[in-house]
């Protein structure tokens, strides 16, 4: 597989599960663990563009897959415009759910959600326990360049 | 000596965000350690049984296993201390010894190379319980013959406090009175962090990486229990992903890992999975207030008498589960004047998780109960809702006011924001009357509630051990800089961005030459932590005396190096003036290294360094409550209103909140996006509270809340668009005048969406809602029952 643009050549465990194998064999521990049952999405990442909770997707199933986590989305300097919304926004507390919500972000079109109450439902796949999702919601019309 | 405000009240970023938005952030359980070890426990699967043996040796056979062990293996352990003098004993101890009490208390613990073989070693510990018969519910605890939880005790009572006022009962005679039993339902913190313990023992010394929201608390009882003094222990608590409470409990997996990585002689770690986390971490609240008030005719409240009864589950739990229902007391009259008290408290222990501490800390409670009472009062007189709060709140005309709780008002907004929200709220239902008009199963309503916050707690009552300062530490660099450390830490508050604005105040240098310190006992004075909305007032008092030492010094320097007074110096943006001499100037930087290396140059009488280390008790605050259990247990008191907006599906029972509306007075605001972060997350988790959350139990025991698919988070479809106005009355007595905030937005939401419902569905005379969570089905029970058969009593499910 590769993980965010870098080839990667892995022998695993058949049930070990893709976010350990991020966060144990590659050292990348943006991704966290809410839940281990799919239901929180702090453990989302790319897998060929799309959001998938790695949490309930095995490491084999990964291969051959182009992988992104949240340290793949973050520019080497700075921090990328969602990010920067989230940071202006108030988007964040604890930052333990924030790079599952960043990287779903990542793997979705704007215009699938043309209005709040179709953000709103995008959003409420993943949950956060400190904001109460305002500043997550003013971050991303913000960044998608909607008025509140 | 002065410096001109730049960063009060700005809207400034935080200083955590990029880490934590980068990936960057560290939680226990990004701790790697070489040769680490995970450990995963072996829980209880019944609630109440004794111990009859456990066999590890399956267990143990399991290639890689490092050990499995029980409570007999831990002969060097100590229970913890029982510190109240009142409570019955029930020497904690880490893993269970003959007896558990709760579906998942910890009996035996496996160590191997990763999670997987831990759990699969685990997974063959053989134990063999005898079950006893459980106790599910306060009342079956205090059934004659209830099994004992603690056979060594004649009942199942931890702790009973009696309070007979005489002052208050008189008030009871020929007045009308209005009595309820509200009871708000067992839900919990719920972090998206689960707890973890990361440990290493090394050249004598033991570290400790904790989720904890109390560092120095959790090292000054790890030295308690194990064998070691507490200069050996090092506790971190590093980024930690939440803690509203639930991680401020000290509890026996943080004495169990640093024993093992000890025993073992290798770093040993444990993250605890989701489903632990929902039976084995603090439950809260489970709080039922059975009260009565007198009223007078036109509606003021004389007196308020009862009991608040806790479930307190197993009861062991560190800090003490029955103290939110002491700070429930105090908080009973809230912002009302009602001249006289008489509640106690009864905490009983049930087959059931312990329960401990969860953001609000027993006012939600008292709210609940207090707001509901008032509706009613007004419902019963055939006065507005509204208005019977505007006969009882008290105004500015009565600060200071002592509360018949014992609190101490001496500041607010009391009417101010009530008449405000009451406003909005208005303005908010026309709004939504309009937009939903034409629905014939909606029906929509509002509530409006006050209440007030006890910020900056004495601890005394929660731990029976610690009181109420912090620490800081202000150390300057020979380059300018500041570091600046603190007995409290964050668990994603904005803690260090607060203090980061705050240090950059007091020594007039810019933000960014300021690194602030917290979550590591090697490098922090000592703290109590992170809780009870304490950690600006405590920290920032702190804060100010140590840069206080620091400034006069700096000045002196300053003022020796430009032949000027020090009288005439000031500083602001790393830079030191002289009034009235506009050319002249030296930089933080100068006077910082005349300071640690060009000694040479002090000014004579000045010794060399520039660090400063202060403690900080907040005035006012009491430890004790008298024989009436009344206490002004907090160093000052926020205070709010909140009003709800909500549809109610008369088909379905479904209720949603359409807007939120609050107005909030924490005193001076130091930070307006992080006051209204704290507001806004808190009002979400009071929703939660309110309408989705709770950790049901079946007849016999058993947790049926074990997962996140069936404890029910609000997610961002179930919390509404909120306004926010804030008040800023501030605490004369506190630093900056600020009080806290981080609890506040919790206490509002139940008591204001039960009356928005019950204003919903008033052409449908349905009876008084008197317990949360307040669900679809409750709902439409309420609804069905009225239409078929009138009034009725709220008959709920009272486990």
């Not at chain 2, 701790?31 to 399956?58: C, K, N, Q, W």
């Not at chain 2, 900080?616 to 709800?644: F, K, L, M, Q, W």
């Amino acid at each position: 597989m590769s993980v965010n643009g870098r080839p990667i050549e892995l022998v695993l465990d058949a049930r070990k599960l893709l976010v350990d194998v991020l966060r144990e064999d590659l050292g990348l521990t943006g991704t966290h663990i809410g839940c281990e049952q799919g239901s929180c999405g702090a453990c989302t990442v790319l897998v060929d563009g799309r959001p998938v909770r790695s949490c309930i997707m095995l490491g084999v199933q990964a291969e051959g897959c182009d992988v992104t986590t949240v340290e793949g989305i973050t520019p080497e300097d700075g921090l990328n415009p969602m990010q920067q919304a989230f940071k202006d926004h108030h988007g964040l507390q604890c930052g333990f759910c924030t790079p599952g919500f960043l990287t779903t972000l990542a793997g979705v079109t704007p215009d699938a959600y043309p209005d709040e109450e179709s953000v709103r439902e995008l959003l409420s796949g993943n949950l956060c326990r400190c904001t109460g999702y305002e500043g997550i919601l003013d971050a991303v019309l913000a960044a998608w360049g909607r008025d509140r | 000596m002065t410096s001109r405000p730049s960063h009060i009240g700005a809207h400034v970023a935080r200083v955590e965000d990029d880490r934590l938005l980068s990936g960057g952030a560290r939680f226990v359980a990004d701790v790697s350690l070489p040769g680490m070890l995970d450990a995963a426990f072996y829980r209880s699967p019944l609630p109440h049984a004794l111990i009859e043996r456990v066999d590890t040796g399956e267990a143990l056979q399991v290639p890689g296993v490092a050990g499995a062990f029980t409570a007999d293996d831990m002969t060097d352990v100590s229970p913890f201390p029982d510190f109240h003098r009142t409570a019955r004993p029930v020497s904690i101890f880490p893993l269970a010894r003959g007896k558990v009490r709760y579906v998942g208390a910890p009996i035996a613990v496996v160590v191997a190379p990763d999670r997987y073989g831990a759990e699969d070693a685990r997974d063959l510990v053989s134990v063999d319980l005898e079950p006893l018969d459980p106790v599910v519910s306060v009342d079956e605890a205090l059934a004659a013959e209830a099994p004992l939880l603690y056979p060594e005790w004649p009942d199942n009572i931890v702790i009973r406090s009696a309070v007979t006022n005489p002052e208050a009962i008189a008030e009871f005679e020929g007045r009308m009175t209005v009595s309820g039993r509200y009871q708000v339902g067992r839900h919990a913190g719920v972090p998206m962090e689960t707890r973890g313990v990361a440990a290493e023992y090394r050249d004598g010394r033991l570290t400790v990486w904790t989720s904890t929201q109390f560092p120095h608390i959790a090292r000054t009882m790890l030295s308690y229990c194990l064998p070691l003094d507490e200069t050996d222990i090092r506790v971190i608590a590093p980024d930690v992903g939440g803690g509203f409470g639930v991680k401020a409990e000290f509890y026996t997996e943080e004495v169990t890992i640093p024993w093992l990585a000890m025993r073992l002689g290798r770093p040993v770690r444990w993250i605890e999975d989701r489903r632990e986390h929902l039976i084995s971490a603090c439950h809260a609240r489970d709080l039922t207030l059975d009260l009565e008030v007198a009223v007078d005719g036109d509606g003021r409240f004389r007196a308020v008498r009862g009991m608040a009864i806790q479930d307190l589950g197993a009861a062991e739990m560190y800090p003490y589960g029955f103290s939110p229902a002491f700070a429930a007391v105090s908080h009973i009259t809230g912002p009302y004047r009602i001249p006289h008290q008489s509640v106690g408290v009864i905490a009983v222990a049930t087959n059931k998780t312990p329960c401990g501490a969860y953001r609000g800390f027993g006012i939600p409670e008292a709210t609940f109960a207090t707001e509901r009472l008032m509706d009613k009062a007004a419902d019963r007189l055939g006065i507005d809702r509204r208005e019977i709060r505007r006969r009882n709140l008290i105004g500015r005309d009565d600060l200071p006011y002592r509360t018949s709780s014992g609190a101490i008002i001496d500041s607010g907004s009391h009417r101010e924001a009530f008449e405000e929200t009451v406003r909005l709220t208005s303005e908010s239902l026309d709004r939504w009357r309009a937009r939903l008009a034409g629905d014939p199963h909606l029906r929509l309503g509002s509530g409006v509630v006050s209440y007030i916050e006890g910020v900056t707690p004495s601890y005394y009552s929660t731990s029976g051990h610690w009181t109420s300062f912090d620490s800081c530490s202000v150390r300057m660099n020979p380059d300018g800089t500041a570091v600046v450390s603190v007995g409290v830490s964050t668990t994603g508050q904005g803690l260090e961005s607060m203090l980061t604005s705050l240090a950059a105040e007091a020594l007039g240098v810019g933000r960014h030459q300021v690194r602030v310190v917290m979550g590591d006992t090697d490098r922090t004075p000592y703290g109590l932590g992170s809780w009870g909305s304490r950690s600006t007032n405590v920290a920032s008092g702190a804060l100010r005396e140590a840069a206080d030492v620091v400034m006069e010094k700096a000045t002196r320097i300053a003022a020796h190096l430009m032949e000027a007074s020090p009288d005439d110096i000031s500083v602001h943006d790393g830079r030191f003036g002289v009034r009235g001499t506009p050319g002249a100037s030296v930089t933080w930087r100068d006077v910082a290294t005349v300071a640690n290396i060009r000694t040479t140059d002090l000014p004579e009488g000045v010794k060399p360094g520039m660090e400063a280390t202060a403690s900080y008790d907040p005035p006012g605050i009491e430890h004790h409550p008298d024989e009436y259990g009344r206490v002004n247990g907090c160093a000052t008191y926020t205070n709010a209103s909140h009003g709800a907006v909500v549809s109610v599906d008369v088909g379905t029972g479904k209720v949603r909140v359409l807007e939120y509306i609050v107005a909030h007075d924490c005193g001076t605001v130091i930070n307006p996006q992080i006051v209204r972060g704290q507001v806004v997350g808190g009002i979400a988790q009071g929703i939660g509270g309110a309408l989705l959350e709770k950790l049901h139990y079946d007849e016999w025991g058993n947790p049926m809340s074990t997962s996140l698919l069936d404890y029910h988070l609000p997610t961002a479809t179930e919390i509404p668009n909120m306004v926010v106005r804030h008040f800023q009355s501030p605490a004369p007595a506190m630093p900056w005048g600020a009080k806290g905030a981080g609890e506040a937005g919790i206490i509002g939401p139940a008591p204001a969406i039960a009356a928005a419902i019950e204003e919903a569905l008033s052409d449908l005379g349905v009876a008084e809602i008197t317990r949360t969570p307040i669900t679809a089905p409750h709902v439409l029970s309420l609804v069905t029952s009225s239409v078929s058969g009138g009034r009725q009593e709220d008959r709920g499910d009272h486990r």
